[in-house]
């Protein structure tokens, strides 16, 4: 429990909505990869910013079996 909450507080405290993606999953991207738009970039952004915190506290061991899952929710 110590653990996780502490790191629950870090990563509120980077940005709150990566918390929320955590929590809830990535945020949906309805635009065609063709048409994205700075919209839909600062989303793609922010879910790899997501992925990018969870996996910096795994040992190697841990990360060597996440390492293939492309969303927040696999990981």
């Not at 955590?22 to 991207?29: A, K, R, S």
């Not at 997501?50 to 899952?69: A, E, F, H, Q």
Request: proline share 5%; with cysteine; aromatic share 8%.
């Amino acid at each position: 429990p110590y653990r996780k909450d502490k790191m629950e507080m870090y990563i509120e405290s980077i940005q709150y909505r990566i918390w929320l993606i955590i929590t809830n999953g990535d945020i949906p991207i309805p635009i065609p990869e063709a048409k994205r738009t700075n919209v839909g970039l600062t989303i793609m952004k922010i879910n790899t910013k997501t992925r990018y915190t969870l996996t910096c506290i795994l040992s190697k061991n841990k990360y060597r079996k996440i390492c293939r899952l492309k969303t927040t929710k696999e990981i």
